[in-house]
C-alpha cells in the first residue's frame, strides 16, 4: 500500500496499492509492442495529442494545484506556477524538438543528404517529490514528442501528482501501453531500472544519481539522463540591502527544496559582509511560514516530511560541532513535525562537508578579495547553479569565465532558470545530458542517410583498380 500525507497537517491525503514489482516487466514489453503503432504516427498528430494535455492541465489547475500542495505543503501559488511550467513545457518542447531533434536535408553530387531522428524506445521516468508534476513532465513530454514510450514512477511521496498526470497524458490520447504507471517506493523503482529499457530518465538527488551509474555501468545502450543536485554557491559583492532578496528567494523559496537553491553564500571579510548578513538576517526573519491553505499566503511551507526535517536538523548539528556559528538558528516551529525556520550558519574556514543540505539553510563564507571568491565558489564536486550579486561588469565577467557550473546567473537568484534553455551541471550534479529544452537531445538519435533516387553505377569509379 502506498499512502501519502500532507506534511502541514500528517492527514492522508491517497493511498492506493503499490504496483507489483513482478508486472513491470510486462509492463516494458507491452510499451515495446505498442511503440511502432505511435512513432509511425506523423508528428503532427502527436503533437496536437500534447497539445491537447497542455490544454486539460489549465483546464484542472485548481485541482490539480491543491493536489500538488497537499502532497508536497507548498504554498498554493507555487503549485499553481508549477502547473503553468508544466502547460507550457509542450510548446517549449515542440520547437526543441524541430531545432535540435528534427530533420534537414541537403542535395549532394550523388542525391541527397538527409539528417532524421529516431526514438530510442521504452524510456524509464523516475520522478522527485519537490516538483512533482514539472520535473517527470519535462522528461515525459520530450519523449513522447520524440516518438517513445515512458514508463513512470512517481515519488512515493506524491503518488497522486502522478496518477493525475498520467490521467491527464491518457485523456488527452497518449495510448495506455504507451504511457505506463508505475507506483511505489525503492523495490518497484529496482525493478523499473533492471528491465530492458531503453532509457532512464532522473531528477533527484546525487546520491541516487551515483546508484543509477553504477548500476548501468554494464549497460551502456540505456541511455542514462541524469539531473541532480548541487551545493551551489552565491557571491553577494555589492549593496547589501539591494542583494538582499535575492540571496533570501536563492536560498529559500520552496522551504530550500530547489536543486538549484543557494546552499553557500560567499561574501567578502569586513563590514560590507557582516551588513549583508544582517539586512538577509531580518528579511529572512520576516518571512512567512505555513500551510498551503492558510488564510495568510505563506512564502514557505513545510519540508516534504517530519524525516526530512529530522535529517536537516541533524545535518545542522554536525555543521555546529564542527565549529560553525549560528547566524539564524535553524529549527522546528510549533506546528507538524515537517515545518522549519530558514537558518544561516558561518562556516569561514572550516572543513565542512561537500554535500547538499535539502533545505533551508544557507552557510557564509567569508574571503579576503574577488579571486578568493571565485576559489571558494569552484570547491566542490558539484556544479549545477551559481550566482553573482554585483553592479560591476568585470567581475560578472571574471566570475562567468572561471565559475564551473551548468546555470551561472547575474544578478538574478540562483533558482532562475528559463523553459528555453538547457537545465543542468557537472560533477555530481549530472552526466552531461542537460534537460529542458536539451532534453530533446537525449530522447531521439541521429539518424544521417545518404539517398539516391535509384542505384548509382559506381563502376567508374572503382576505374582502373578493377583486374
Known amino acids: 500500500m502506498i499512502r501519502s500525507f500532507d506534511p502541514a497537517t500528517a492527514e492522508l491525503v491517497w493511498e492506493g496499492e503499490a504496483t507489483p514489482p513482478g508486472d513491470i516487466a510486462p509492463m516494458i514489453v507491452a510499451a515495446r509492442a505498442s511503440l511502432s503503432g505511435w512513432a509511425d504516427r506523423p508528428l503532427d498528430e502527436r503533437i496536437a495529442v500534447l497539445r491537447r494535455y497542455a490544454e486539460i492541465l489549465t483546464e484542472r489547475t485548481d485541482d490539480l494545484a491543491r493536489v500538488i500542495s497537499r502532497e508536497t505543503g507548498k504554498p498554493l501559488w507555487e503549485s499553481r506556477a508549477e502547473l503553468g511550467s508544466m502547460a507550457g513545457k509542450v510548446a517549449v518542447s515542440i520547437a526543441a524538438q524541430a531545432e535540435r531533434a528534427g530533420s534537414r536535408e541537403a542535395e549532394t553530387g550523388f542525391g541527397r543528404a538527409i539528417l532524421r531522428h529516431r526514438p530510442h524506445g521504452v524510456m524509464a521516468v523516475l520522478g522527485p517529490y519537490n516538483f512533482p508534476g514539472h520535473l517527470p513532465n519535462g522528461h515525459i513530454v520530450p519523449a513522447l514528442l520524440a516518438g517513445n514510450a515512458v514508463v513512470f514512477k512517481p515519488s512515493e511521496e506524491a503518488p497522486l501528482t502522478g496518477a493525475n498526470m498520467v490521467a491527464a497524458l491518457h485523456d488527452a490520447g497518449v495510448p495506455p501501453d504507451i504511457l505506463h504507471l508505475v507506483q511505489g517506493g525503492r523495490e518497484q523503482g529496482a525493478a523499473l531500472i533492471s528491465a530492458d529499457i531503453d532509457g532512464l530518465l532522473f531528477t533527484g538527488s546525487a546520491e541516487t544519481g551515483q546508484h543509477f551509474r553504477r548500476a548501468m555501468i554494464d549497460r551502456p545502450h540505456v541511455v542514462l539522463a541524469l539531473e541532480l543536485g548541487g551545493n551551489n554557491p552565491l557571491i553577494a559583492w555589492g549593496d547589501p540591502d539591494a542583494m538582499a532578496a535575492a540571496i533570501v528567494q536563492s536560498a529559500f523559496v520552496t522551504t530550500g527544496q530547489r536543486c538549484s537553491c543557494a546552499r553557500r553564500l560567499i561574501l567578502p571579510e569586513g563590514h560590507e559582509g557582516d551588513s549583508t548578513i544582517e539586512a538577509v538576517h531580518t528579511l529572512a526573519a520576516r518571512l512567512r511560514i505555513g500551510a498551503w491553505d492558510d488564510p495568510a499566503e505563506p512564502y514557505m511551507g513545510p519540508l516534504i516530511s517530519p524525516n526530512a526535517a529530522r535529517n536537516a536538523l541533524e545535518a545542522v548539528e554536525r555543521l555546529k560541532a564542527l565549529g560553525a556559528r549560528t547566524l539564524l538558528p535553524f529549527e522546528r516551529l510549533d506546528r507538524s513535525e515537517a515545518f522549519v525556520t ?83 551541471g557537472l560533477g555530481e550534479s549530472g552526466n ?4 529542458a529544452y536539451y532534453a530533446a537531445d537525449y530522447c531521439a538519435y541521429p539518424v544521417a542517410s545518404f539517398e539516391a533516387e535509384a542505384v548509382l553505377d559506381l563502376t567508374p569509379e572503382l576505374g582502373a583498380r578493377l583486374l
Open 342 to 424: 530558514p537558518g544561516m550558519y558561518d562556516v569561514t574556514g572550516l572543513d565542512v562537508p561537500d554535500r547538499e543540505i535539502f533545505a533551508p539553510i544557507l552557510q557564509i563564507v567569508r574571503v579576503p578579495d574577488f579571486d578568493a571568491a571565485i576559489d571558494a565558489a569552484n570547491a566542490t564536486s558539484f556544479g549545477l547553479s551559481a550566482g553573482l550579486l554585483s553592479d560591476d561588469g568585470a567581475l560578472w565577467q571574471r566570475f562567468l569565465h572561471r565559475s564551473r557550473a551548468g546555470v551561472v546567473n547575474w544578478n538574478r537568484p540562483t533558482t532562475g532558470a528559463a523553459a528555453n534553455m538547457p537545465f543542468g
Open 432 to 435: 552531461h545530458r542537460p534537460s
